[in-house]
């Protein structure tokens, strides 16, 4: 934390502290129109040549848009675009180097619906050779927040951002008509709270077993659901599906 630092409050426990002192607070990059191509274009023939991951790893990178966050919060680039990158190879590198996504940032979404979204291995291609790795990069919608491990860790930060309390107070910072924005700089200024990190580790590992569970339970059901219909014969289902005005000749 750097020693000009503008802590509100601090305990032996905790400690309050704006997002600009502990965390860089960076926006994304907005490649241009011209360059997107669709995830479609990768393994199909483009001018007799093949396009594999690998022939597209030097020159383009992936671009993670506002929706390409599941449910839980993780990025999910699956159906992420391509952008495909200068042909100067210091500008391309430059790209590359000051926007590359890493495992130690949060997304938030500064446009539209509110967002926040956490990379894992998955997000990352850590599941594919580095040979294939394409770089992934996010758009100028999104901030992106690096906190400093020794101060906060990504998972909690994240954890704090989806947080009810949170969101209310960064919604509040919101302004334009049309289509409203969270100001970069207002953001900054965000104070949060950055507990002791024996605390954080045990917030964030609570949070995760909850997650486990409720996606357990989903399933639970649904898999209940389906055996339940299995059970129920077809005339009975379609039976069922009739409304007492329609059943009315039957009485």
Not at 23 to 42: C, F, H, M, Q, Y
């Amino acid at each position: 934390m750097s020693a000009d630092t503008h802590s509100i409050y601090s305990t032996g426990y905790y400690e309050v502290h704006p997002l600009h002192d502990f965390a860089k607070v960076r926006l994304g990059w907005t490649p241009p129109p011209a360059s997107i191509i669709e995830r479609a274009a990768i393994g199909h023939t483009a001018g007799g040549t093949t396009r594999t991951p690998k022939d597209l790893r030097p020159r383009f990178v992936q671009v993670v848009r506002a929706t390409d966050v599941d449910a839980r919060g993780y990025v999910d680039c699956t159906q992420a675009p391509l952008a495909q990158l200068p042909e100067n190879p210091a500008a391309s590198e430059a790209i590359v180097t000051e926007h590359s996504l890493t495992p130690n940032s949060v997304l938030l979404c500064l446009r539209g619906v509110y967002r926040v979204g956490l990379l894992n291995e998955h997000s990352l291609g850590s599941h594919t050779p580095h040979a294939f790795r394409i770089p992934l990069v996010a758009t100028s919608t999104w901030a992106v927040i690096t906190p400093d491990p020794q101060v906060m860790s990504v998972q909690y930060l994240a954890w704090d951002l989806m947080r009810k309390h949170t969101r209310l107070r960064i919604e509040h910072m919101r302004t334009g008509t049309s289509v409203s924005f969270i100001p970069v700089l207002d953001l900054k200024r965000l104070t949060l709270v950055i507990p002791h990190r024996t605390l954080q580790d045990a917030i964030t590992n609570a949070s995760r077993l909850v997650d486990e569970v409720e996606s357990l339970e989903r399933h639970r059901i649904e898999t209940l659901r389906s055996s339940l219909a299995a059970l129920i014969p077809s005339p009975c289902r379609n039976r069922s599906q009739h409304s007492p005005k329609n059943n009315e000749h039957l009485r």
